[in-house]
Structure formats: C-alpha cells, structure tokens
C-alpha cells in the first residue's frame, strides 16, 4: 500500500507540460509523516521493527519501478535517496483526563480545544504529549495521547504538537476540529468500509461458504504437496507397527519451514481475493466499488 501511495504521489508532481521539448519527470517525496492508530504499548517496538522498516522497503521497491520506467531523473539519481520519516502512535483508549482551572472551562464544563500537555504526567522514556483537539459534544473530553516513535525529520515536540492540531482541523467531514489527527481518522475510515466490502470472506454467508471451501482446499494442496516431499526424504510418519516415528531436528526444522510458507501462500491467496472486491480487474468480474475510474484519486467516499 505504501509503495502504491508514493508511486502515485510522485505521479501527481509531474507537471502537464514540458519545457523546451525536454521530458518532465516526478520527484520522490523527502519526508513521510506517519500517524498509526490501534496499538498499545506493548506493540511499539513491532511498529518500530517491522512497519518502519517495511515504509523503507516500499520506498526503494518504488524507487527502482519509477527508475525503470524512467518517470524520475535517473541522471539526478544514481541510487536510492534516504527518506526521513517520523512516526506517531495514537492512543485514544487510556484513562487520563484533565479539567480546566475555574472560568477556563468551554460550555460543557471541559478545557478548551487546542489543550495540550507535555510535561509531569507523561512518559519518561519517550517522546509523547496529550492534545486535546477537540470540543466534546457532551460528557468529559477524551484527550490523544501521541507518542513519538521516530523523528528523522528531527521536528521538535512543539512543532509535532502543533502539526498533529492544526491536522485536526482538515478532517473533511466535520467544519471543526476532530479527537485526532485526521490521516489516522481516515484509515478508521476505510477500513470500515473495506470491512463491508470484505464481509463474505469473513462470515457465513452463501458467498462465503464457497470462499472458505476454496481456501481450505487451496491451504490442504498446499500442505499435502510439503508433507510428501518430507515423507520423500525421511519416510513415513508412522513405523511399520503403527505406532508414531520420532522426528529428527532436521525434520521438525523443515516442518516449521513448510508451515510458515503455506502461512504465507495462503495470505497471498485472500489477499488475490479481496483485491477483487475492493478494485476491479480486467479478468474478473467488475468489484464492489460504485466508482468510476475517474473520481478514484478523491475521497469522495468520506
């Protein structure tokens, strides 16, 4: 998804002329700013590890592509620019709140939007601060708890509080600010909506009856074909009197080897699938989406 986002943002900065007969090229974004809603504490460390380093990934996959088809200078670029991200989490489920002092409170009895602390009740071992951006319709306001996961940008907490505030306020849907910061907001968004496009892949109905059948038989294939090439190098799994032969380390290694490939080819294999309910593809049947081609850059769908 990130590889398809930057190939289409540096598609988007080609200008629609060209000079002096000259070719007109894209450029490749410097800075990605990431917002990451729906983990907790415990989690940080794969966000850093694992979803980081995969942008990272995505970022030169798109690179090579755009080099290859020569939409980015390649005379410009000898190799792969280095791309500076900062990350933030939003924690939105937490027990904090805070109240205004007397005749600071907004009309519900709440401290004004715009609320923000960084300091004494927060973490001490990372970047972090509360913002309150909102102006809660009733009850006590919730305030966002951002934490600062990476910062290659090297954007001090002033400036990344006041980013993440004024972001609150571009939401499309409301004319005032939001709870958080809107790019995370907007993946609530979709995949709400990818939800319901995927809603037979995940429960019982008569469509997703027959999908589930197909993925069993395709995930059984797939671990038939592996079982026979250990039972081909080590033999049966049971001795002659039926009772169960003892596997070697070499064995239980390639087993845990052919699990996680099958793992893998079985994700490939929903994710072929529910391609095909989200886009449309000139060899399957027209997907689920109402749009034309068109108007699929904008978010019409908010």
Not at 108 to 127: D, H, I, K, R, Y
Not at 186 to 203: H, K, N, P, S, T
Not at 253 to 260: I, V
């Amino acid at each position: 998804m990130v590889k398809e986002r930057i190939l289409d943002w540096v598609t988007e900065q080609i200008p629609p002329f060209k000079k002096k007969g000259r070719p007109t090229y894209g450029r490749l974004p410097t800075n990605i700013i990431y917002y990451r809603d729906g983990v907790s504490d415990p989690q940080f460390l794969d966000v850093q590890s694992q979803e980081l380093s995969a942008i990272e990934r995505a970022f030169r996959d798109a690179y090579d592509e755009l080099k290859l088809n020569g939409t980015i200078n390649s005379f410009e670029l000898d190799e792969c620019p280095k791309v500076n991200i900062t990350a933030l989490v939003c924690i939105k489920r937490h027990g904090t709140r805070f109240y205004p002092l007397s005749g600071q409170a907004d009309g519900n009895g709440n401290c004004p939007p715009g609320t923000q602390v960084e300091s004494v009740v927060t973490s001490p071992f990372f970047m972090d601060f509360y913002l309150q951006s909102h102006a809660a319709i009733k009850g006590t306001a919730k305030p966002c708890h951002y934490f600062v996961l990476r910062n290659d940008m090297q954007l001090s907490l002033t400036d990344l509080r006041m980013l993440t505030h004024e972001l609150c306020y571009t939401y499309v849907r409301a004319p005032c600010g939001v709870s958080y910061a809107s790019p995370a907001y907007y993946a609530d968004r979709l995949c709400e909506r990818g939800r319901i496009y995927l809603r037979d892949m995940y429960q019982r109905t008569d469509r997703g009856a027959a999908l589930h059948t197909q993925f069993k038989k395709f995930k059984w294939d797939k671990e038939d074909a592996r079982e026979a090439v250990r039972v081909g190098e080590f033999g049966n799994l049971r001795n002659d009197d039926g009772s169960a032969r003892r596997k070697t380390d070499k064995e239980v290694k390639m087993e845990e080897t052919h699990r996680k490939e099958v793992e893998e080819l079985c994700d490939q294999w929903a994710l072929g699938k529910a391609r095909l309910e989200w886009y449309d593809d000139e060899n399957e049947p027209v997907g689920q989406n109402p749009w034309h081609q068109n108007i699929s850059k904008t978010m019409f769908w908010m």
